[in-house]
C-alpha cells in the first residue's frame, strides 16, 4: 500500500508537469472531432429509434412505473434522450481511452522512464498487437457490464458505487498492461501483474472514482438534455485528463516494482508463475 501512495503523488507532481498538461490536449480534440461528426449525423435518428421501440414495446407505461416508485417520475419526459446518451457515453470515453493510449501513453512511458528509470533496461515484452487486443477485449466485458447495470444510473448514489469498480476494473486492465510493455519481459509482466494485482485493481478503482465524476454529470435530467453539447465536450477532456493521471501513476507504480523485481531477479530470467 505504501507503493500505491508513493506513486500517486509521483504521478500528480508528473501531471503537473506542462508536458503532461498539453499531451490532454490532442486527445481531448481529435475524440471531439470524431464525436461532434458522429452526434451531428447520427443522434436524433438513434432518439428516433428509441421512442419508436419504446412506443412499440409500450416501455413508457413500465418505465413511469418503475421511476415513480424511485420518486423520478418527471424523468420520463426525457428518457429516450437520456438513454441515448447513456448508451453513447461508454463509446466516447473508450475513444478517448484508444486515442490516449496511441498518443499519449508512449509520451508517459518516456517521461516517467527517463526521469526517474533511466537504469531499467527494455525488454519489450508487450506489442501493439497485444495492447490492442487487452483493450478490446476489455472493452467488450466492459461494455456488457455497463449496459446490464444502465438502470442503476437513474440511482446517484448506485451509480457512484457501480462506476468506480466498472471503470476500475477496465483501467486496471488496459493501463497495466500498457505501462509494462516497454520494459518488461512477457514473464516479468505475468509476475508483476500476478503478484500486484490487488494494488493495481486499488489504483485502477481510484482511477474510476475520479473517472466516474464526469458521468454524474449526465445525470441532470431534463437539464443534462439541453446541455448536451457542452456536457459531452467537458465530459471528454475530463476522461482524458483523467485517463493520462491514471497512465502516470500506473507507469510510476509498475516501473517501481519492476526496479524492485530486478533487484532480486535479474532482467530476462523472471520465473513465469503457471496459469498467470
Known amino acids: ?34 464525436w461532434g461528426v458522429v452526434l451531428w449525423l447520427g443522434l436524433q435518428p438513434m432518439i428516433d429509434w428509441l421512442h419508436g421501440y419504446f412506443v412499440d ?42 486515442f490516449v493510449g496511441v498518443i499519449a501513453m508512449p509520451a508517459v512511458v518516456n517521461h516517467v522512464s527517463s526521469r526517474h528509470y533511466p537504469q531499467l533496461a527494455l525488454l519489450r515484452g508487450g506489442s501493439l498487437a497485444g495492447s490492442l487486443s487487452m483493450s478490446l477485449g ?26 468506480p469498480v466498472l471503470w476500475g476494473w477496465l483501467t486496471y486492465r488496459v493501463m497495466a498492461y500498457d505501462a509494462l510493455s516497454e520494459h518488461a519481459s512477457a514473464g516479468e509482466r505475468r509476475e508483476l ?20 465524476a464526469p458521468t454524474l454529470l ?11 453539447p457542452l456536457l459531452a465536450g467537458v465530459s471528454i477532456w475530463l476522461y482524458v485528463l483523467v485517463f493520462v493521471f491514471s497512465g502516470l501513476w500506473f507507469q510510476h ?10 533487484q532480486v531477479q535479474p532482467a530476462g530470467h523472471v520465473r513465469i508463475v503457471a496459469g498467470r
Open 1 to 34: 500500500m505504501q507503493l500505491v501512495i508513493t506513486s500517486f503523488g509521483r504521478a500528480l507532481l508528473s501531471q503537473l508537469h506542462y508536458r503532461m498538461l498539453l499531451l490532454t490536449v490532442l486527445p481531448f480534440l481529435l475524440s471531439l472531432l470524431v
Open 57 to 98: 414495446n409500450n416501455l413508457f407505461q413500465s418505465a413511469a412505473s418503475v421511476l415513480g416508485w424511485f420518486g423520478l417520475g418527471a424523468v420520463k419526459t426525457v428518457l429516450v434522450p437520456l438513454i441515448a446518451m447513456w448508451l453513447l457515453l461508454p463509446l466516447m470515453v473508450v475513444t478517448a481511452l484508444i
Open 138 to 163: 476489455s472493452f467488450l466485458i466492459f461494455a456488457g457490464l455497463w449496459i446490464i447495470t444502465l438502470p442503476l444510473n437513474a440511482v446517484p448514489l448506485l451509480a457512484f458505487v457501480v462506476q
Open 193 to 212: 501483474m500476478g503478484a500486484h494485482r490487488w494494488p493495481l485493481l486499488a489504483i485502477g478503482i481510484a482511477a474510476g472514482a475520479m473517472g466516474a
Open 218 to 228: 449526465w445525470l441532470g435530467g431534463a437539464l443534462s438534455v439541453i446541455l448536451f
Open 253 to 262: 507504480y509498475t516501473l517501481e516494482a519492476l526496479a524492485r523485481l530486478r
